[in-house]
């Protein structure tokens, strides 16, 4: 059974910066593409980041510049190093990990900006 455990939210002034982690179990990230995404209240699900099975990331115009996305192999997690954050970054932050089988989710973890 694969399980992607999220990490690393919280609450930070506008200007700072967050670290979420996305931990894999029953599966791995090496090889497979994975990506984070976000819901904020009254909006539908975006993507964040991506990056692919052979190191390529990709990102959305909000974020650019801003965000990082980067694995670790050896601990089977994906990171999403979060900067400048801003007020509208507030949302639920969620982990997808697709494979050649099936796409996989956290449950999510509560990233809030103030201003």
């Known amino acids: 059974q694969v399980q992607l455990v999220e990490s690393g939210g919280g609450l930070v002034q506008a200007g700072g910066s967050l670290r979420l982690s996305c931990a894999a179990s029953?599966?791995?990230?090496?090889?497979?593409?994975a990506g984070w995404y976000r819901r904020a209240p009254g909006k539908e699900r975006e993507l964040v980041a991506s990056?692919?099975?052979?190191?390529?990331?990709n990102y959305a115009g909000a974020v650019k510049g801003r965000f990082t996305i980067s694995r670790d192999n050896a601990k089977n997690t994906v990171y999403l190093q979060m900067n400048s954050l801003k007020s509208e970054d507030t949302a639920v932050y969620y982990c997808?990990?697709?494979?050649?089988?099936?796409?996989?989710w956290g449950q999510g973890t509560q990233v809030t900006v103030s201003s």
């Open positions: 997808k990990l697709s494979t050649n089988r099936s796409v996989y």
């Open positions: 029953g599966s791995t990230f090496s090889g497979n593409a």
């Open positions: 990056i692919f099975s052979g190191g390529g990331t």
